[in-house]
Nanobody, 121 residues
Framework: QVQLVESGGGSVQAGGSLTLSCKAI????????MGWFRQDSGKEREGVAS???????RYADSVKGRFTLSRDNAKNTLYLQMNSLKPEDTATYYC???????????????WGQGTQVTVSS
């Protein structure tokens, strides 16, 4: 069982930066795929980025070159560094975990409660 707690959200102007953190509580010794998702009101949830325990990362096309995902396994913490933020990045951001590897397909069963990111133009 994994419990996830996000932090680091806030309000910034376009072009600004934020770093989100996700702390895993009661993290087990099993391998986990970790990911960030986002959802704005009235829109479908979309994947932002994912990372395997070995550090392999994947990014949505919309955030490539702007967001950087990393994990500190010793601290059981996931980070999402977001630069050059755009108004379209406004959403509630959720971290999630899945047992095993991100590929071929991860079943994200554990979710944080989310942290709000608002980017104004």
């Amino acid at each position: 069982q994994v419990q996830l707690v996000e932090s680091g959200g806030g309000s910034v102007q376009a072009g600004g930066s934020l770093t989100l953190s996700c702390k895993a509580i009661s993290y087990t010794s099993r391998k986990y795929c970790m990911g960030w998702f986002r959802q704005d009101s009235g829109k479908e949830r979309e994947g932002v980025a994912s990372i395997d325990e070995d550090g392999t990362t994947r990014y949505a096309d919309s955030v490539k070159g702007r967001f950087t995902l990393s994990r500190d396994n010793a601290k059981n913490t996931l980070y999402l560094q977001m630069n050059s933020l755009k108004p379209e990045d406004t959403a509630t951001y959720y971290c999630a975990s899945a047992v095993g590897y991100c590929d071929p397909q991860a079943d994200f069963a554990a979710w944080g409660q989310g942290t709000q990111v608002t980017v104004s133009s």
